[in-house]
């Protein structure tokens, strides 16, 4: 896998997972208490033994920087290194990045300086584990010019992916980027190919890609020149590629999550504390995720009862109750609380007991949740400060708002709780 770059893909302005992307890229959105989005990609390629890792960003990239700088160091005698390349104007450049394709050709010369074979193009908001090697190897077997990540999915979700068309080799013989009506319906095909049987066959009836990419390099170097008004691999690249280039589909067969809308984040998040088994496990000692270590003390428990739930390293849980939920790294809750349902994000440092008491006595809200707060189906960002006595459970069943002078948003009935935001005592949301 020497022959082998990586590119991953860090998205564009992170609207639909706004406002957790506020103040940071897509990429850089804590998971599961202790993990950022990007170490899924990033970690899938170390695992595979990709070792040459750039990410392309132009959003908010401060903390994907300092997260991917103190997370990913290795060995001097190696050429392996994972790099952010931030969008920048240049005089043959003046623009941002303007889709995918865009973002990788802006960056086509420092691709064009490595002697690889084959350039791996990554998505940043995706859960799954996948050995790239097989991906590749797939690529190498068919003498492919392109090959594409693939599952198989139902009717309710196929509108929003790239759906294909193959031949019984599995190679790509049409394409369409997000069909809607009778396009959509145009491109059911019978999935007992990709081996499901038939019952599976008929609740999926496409297949889509992940919007996760293999090229031959000198291929995507010579198509991202040769069509300079393009921006986009899954509207334009591709699909303009199919007529001319072997595309071939490899099939995925394992658990793939597509995060970036702050329901399906949410979702994936909670799916994690299901038992006996999780979708997606973080206990695979062969295929590990990695991030940054932080050396934190073990988290403490004082007469609390928790249930399905995933508690992050160093919290200090006093004396509430907790279930199905994920909770953050240096996490504080008080006592008398009550949290259902919600993922807590945690904090990125600790506010010494002095300055916490100071806060109390003076009117002001210590970082974490307060006494006898209660929280059901809601994302509390990072460095939040929820007051004692604070309701937050969307008691009017509202679907969207934005409350940014108060510190939350509604998204899908999901309450969101802004990063730094302050819930004053008492308040009910």
């Keep these: 896998m020497k022959q082998v770059l990586a ?34 990609p990033v970690s899938n390629c170390i695992n595979s033994e990709i070792f040459k890792i750039y990410v392309l960003t132009q959003f908010n990239s401060a903390s994907l920087n300092r997260h991917l700088a103190r997370a990913y160091n290795f060995s ?16 043959d450049n003046p623009d941002w990045f303007q889709g995918t394709a865009d973002a990788v050709r802006q960056y086509l010369s420092i691709v064009e300086e490595w002697d690889v074979e084959e350039v791996v193009i990554l998505s940043g908001d995706h859960l799954y584990r996948m050995d790239y090697r097989l991906f590749v190897q797939r690529h190498r077997d068919t003498n492919a010019d392109i090959t594409l990540s693939v ?65 031959k390099k000198q291929v995507l170097v010579d198509l991202l020149k040769k069509s300079l008004g393009q921006t986009d691999f899954g509207k ?13 589909a490899f099939l995925f067969d394992g658990y793939w999550e ?7 984040f949410y979702d994936a998040n909670l799916a994690l504390t299901q038992q006996p088994t999780p979708p997606f496990s973080f206990y695979d000692e062969k295929a590990p995720i990695y991030t940054r270590s932080r050396y934190l003390p073990p988290t403490k428990l004082l007469d609390s009862h928790i249930t399905e739930s995933m508690i992050g390293e160093g919290c200090i849980i006093k004396q509430c109750r907790i279930h199905h939920s994920v909770l953050g790294v240096r996490s504080r809750v008080m006592d008398g609380c009550t949290i259902e349902d919600s993922l807590l994000m945690g904090a990125d440092f600790y506010e010494p007991a002095p300055e916490r008491k100071t806060q109390a006595e003076t009117g002001g809200v210590p970082i974490g949740i307060g006494a006898n707060t209660t929280i ?20 009017e069943g509202v679907e969207e708002a934005q409350r940014e002078e108060l510190g939350f948003y509604i998204r899908s009935g999901i309450v969101v709780v802004l990063k730094n935001a302050t819930i004053p005592n008492g308040m009910t949301i």
């Design 376 to 395: 059901r189906r809601a994302i509390i960002d990072k460095n939040a400060r929820i007051g004692s006595d604070v309701t937050i459970v969307n008691k």
């Design 76 to 91: 001097g005698f190696s050429d392996g290194f994972v790099e952010v390349l931030a969008a920048q104007q240049t005089k």
């Design 151 to 215: 599952v198989p999915i139902g009717e309710k979700n196929a509108s929003e992916f790239g759906l294909m068309k193959i031949d019984p080799s599995g190679r790509v013989v049409e394409f369409s980027e997000k069909p809607k009506g009778d396009a959509l319906k145009h491109m059911r095909v019978d999935t007992t190919k990709l081996g499901l049987n038939a019952e599976q066959a008929a609740e999926k009836p496409y297949i889509a890609s992940m919007g996760i990419y293999v090229f």
């Design 236 to 248: 334009e690249i591709i699909p303009g590629a199919a007529a001319t280039h072997n595309i071939q």
């Design 7 to 40: 590119i991953v893909l860090g998205g564009g302005a992170g609207t639909r997972l706004y406002p957790l992307t506020k103040l940071r890229a897509k990429p850089a959105v804590p998971l599961a208490g202790k993990y950022r989005l990007i170490d899924i």
């Design 258 to 264: 597509d995060i970036g809308t702050i329901e399906s």
